[in-house]
Nanobody, 127 residues
Framework: QVQLVESGGGLVEAGGSLRLSCAPS????????MGWFRQASGKEREFVAATSQNGARTSYADFVKGRFTISRDNRKNTMSLQMNSLKPEDTAVYFC????????????????????WGQGAQVTVSL
C-alpha cells in the first residue's frame, strides 16, 4: 500500500505561483508512474499533468501547458507541480496519484488507471 501526502497548497493572487509536492511513503517510488489531477467545486475530477516512472516522459492538459511543470526526484522520493501564472479558474483541490509501472515510456492521463491517491491540497486563486 502506497500512501501519498500532498503539501504546498494555499491562497495566491491571479498571476502568482505555487508549488505542490507529493511525498509517497513507498521508498521505491521510482517504480511508479505519477500524476496530478484536480477537482473544482461542483465539477468532475480532471487530469492536470503526469510523469513516467523516471520522469523521462511527461504529459499536460492543454489548459496548463506553458504554465505548469511536473517534475520528480526519485532519490528524494518526491514529485512536484510548479504552477505559474495562476488563474482564478485554477482554483480546485489538487490530488497526487500513483500507479506501479516499470516502463519509463508510459504516462497515464486517465484517473481510473491510478491505484493510489493523496488526500488533496486546496489551491485558491483570487482576482
Amino acid at each position: 500500500q502506497v500512501q501519498l501526502v500532498e503539501s504546498g497548497g494555499g491562497l495566491v493572487e491571479a498571476g502568482g505561483s505555487l508549488r505542490l509536492s507529493c511525498a509517497p511513503s513507498e521508498r521505491t517510488v521510482s517504480n511508479y508512474a505519477m500524476g496530478w489531477f484536480r477537482q473544482a467545486s461542483g465539477k468532475e475530477r480532471e487530469f492536470v499533468a503526469a510523469t513516467s516512472q523516471n520522469g523521462a516522459r511527461t504529459s499536460y492538459a492543454d489548459f496548463v501547458k506553458g504554465r505548469f511543470t511536473i517534475s520528480r526526484d526519485n532519490r528524494k522520493n518526491t514529485m512536484s507541480l510548479q504552477m505559474n501564472s495562476l488563474k482564478p479558474e485554477d482554483t480546485a483541490v489538487y490530488f497526487c496519484a500513483a500507479v506501479r509501472q516499470y516502463s519509463s515510456a508510459i504516462v497515464y492521463t486517465t484517473d481510473t488507471l491510478y491505484h493510489y491517491w493523496g488526500q488533496g491540497a486546496q489551491v485558491t486563486v483570487s482576482l
